[in-house]
């Protein structure tokens, strides 16, 4: 995982940052996050209703 000091040595801007800028700065990316976790809680609900389409189309229904 990335952590806290690589994302401060590849961003030396934030070590300028005042604590406001950087509260700022957290909000935005926990709001960035949460969104992120919703689109893929949408696609993961879009695929698995793909895969059931598709699973019940080929399905093998022995006719003995």
Excluded: M, W
């Excluded at 300028?16 to 950087?22: N, R, S, T």
Aim: aromatic share 8%; glycine share 4%; net charge negative.
């Amino acid at each position: 995982l990335f952590d806290l000091s690589t994302f401060i040595n590849n961003n030396p801007e934030i070590e300028k940052a005042g604590i406001d800028e950087l509260s700022e700065k957290v909000k935005r990316a926990a709001k960035l996050v949460q969104i992120c976790q919703a689109n893929l809680r949408t696609t993961e609900k879009e695929l698995g209703k793909l895969f059931e389409e598709t699973s019940s189309k080929f399905e093998y229904h022995d006719k003995r």
